[in-house]
């Protein structure tokens, strides 16, 4: 419970210094992040694909990233950190 708790509290400071980003910054991690998900060609939920076609649109908000994040990890969690930790 303590480990979900603080995963939680990780991925809101996350999502906090993501909407800081410059918008050039935030388009780049949009593009590593789905460069990510396509490579991988895994399956995803039509949720999923909604929230990686609304980063594709330029819809930065701060609950799109969090789920986007959310799935990157599901697929590669060393790759989305490596990512996260660019910016």
């Known amino acids: 419970m303590e480990y ?3 995963m939680v509290r990780e991925e809101e ?3 906090e210094w993501i909407a800081e980003l410059p918008d050039a ?7 590593e992040l789905l460069e990510l998900i396509v490579e ?3 399956e995803l939920t039509q949720r ?8 594709i649109r330029g819809h930065h908000t701060k609950d799109i990233f969090r789920r986007v994040i ?9 790759k989305t ?3 996260l930790r660019k910016y």
């Not at 999923?48 to 980063?55: H, K, P, T």
């Open 40 to 42: 991988k060609e895994v």
């Open 4 to 6: 979900e708790m603080e």
């Open 13 to 15: 400071r996350e999502i």
């Open 70 to 78: 959310r799935t990157a990890r599901r697929i590669n969690p060393s």
């Open 48 to 55: 999923e694909i909604n929230d990686f076609m609304a980063l």
């Open 81 to 83: 950190d490596e990512i």
């Open 25 to 31: 910054e935030r388009e780049e991690l949009s593009d």
